[in-house]
């Protein structure tokens, strides 16, 4: 069983002890050997999003770049299986590319020169020293109030009140909107919206991999 709280999800699976054992002995070990051996095939996936040596992996690089096939591809003329393809990758492809770029800044910020790219000061919004006075001056010299008043979300309100008091309070004015149609993975948890209110039937498009939920 793998328990991950903070999603929240659960997974369970059942096997035979002995049919576990075999798959460590012929699975497991030899490629734990071989992994430790620096020897091996690489493979890359949505795996790699665990691995330390994602943003320095060629075979991930060339598997993301791979990506670049559909750049100049008119995303009307695409596929239904290509939209899928992209799909499929784009947030793994987003994700890996924001890890690369931390570890390029790592590498420069510790004297290695990236060809091409330098580093700069990035731009930072103004503030002021002392907030009570720059808010005292205004209020004396001006008729501006310097404060704003707006309603915290539900989530701070439930915060500052507790939860049962929050309940007690305002759980007859709390709704949970329907969510937005969203396009996500057959494997999602989440249940598969009706399609029917959602688009003409007559225009539906099918995904090989991919369902209508409430993102």
């Known amino acids: 069983m793998i328990y991950q709280p903070r999603i929240p999800h659960v997974d369970e699976a059942e096997m035979d002890i002995r049919e576990l054992y075999d798959w460590a002995r012929e699975e497991l070990v030899p490629k734990a050997k071989l992994a430790a051996a620096g020897e091996g095939k690489y493979r890359a996936g949505e795996w790699c999003r665990f691995c330390p040596a994602r943003t320095q992996c060629r075979t991930l690089a060339e598997l993301q770049l791979g990506m670049a096939r559909y750049e100049f591809r008119d995303p009307q003329l695409l596929t239904e299986e290509e939209l899928s393809d992209v799909l499929g990758r784009a947030g793994e492809l987003v994700s890996w ?3 690369v770029k931390d570890y390029a800044l790592a590498t420069a910020l ?7 790219w330098k580093i700069v000061e990035s731009r930072a919004n103004r503030r002021f020293t002392d907030d009570a006075e720059a808010a005292r001056r205004v209020r004396e010299e001006t008729d501006k109030d310097p404060y704003e008043t707006r309603m915290l979300s539900v989530s701070a309100m ?14 007859d004015l709390t709704v949970r909107p329907a969510g937005k149609p969203a396009l996500v ?11 029917a209110g959602i688009l003409d039937s007559r225009r539906i498009i099918t ?3 991919y369902k209508v939920s409430a993102g």
């Open 97 to 99: 590319a924001e890890a």
């Open 110 to 116: 510790k004297g290695r020169r990236i060809p091409g």
């Open 158 to 171: 439930e915060k500052l009140l507790g939860k049962k008091k929050f309940a007690e309070l305002l759980s």
């Open 185 to 195: 993975p057959e494997a999602d948890k989440r249940p598969e919206m009706g399609i």
């Open 207 to 209: 995904w090989s991999q």
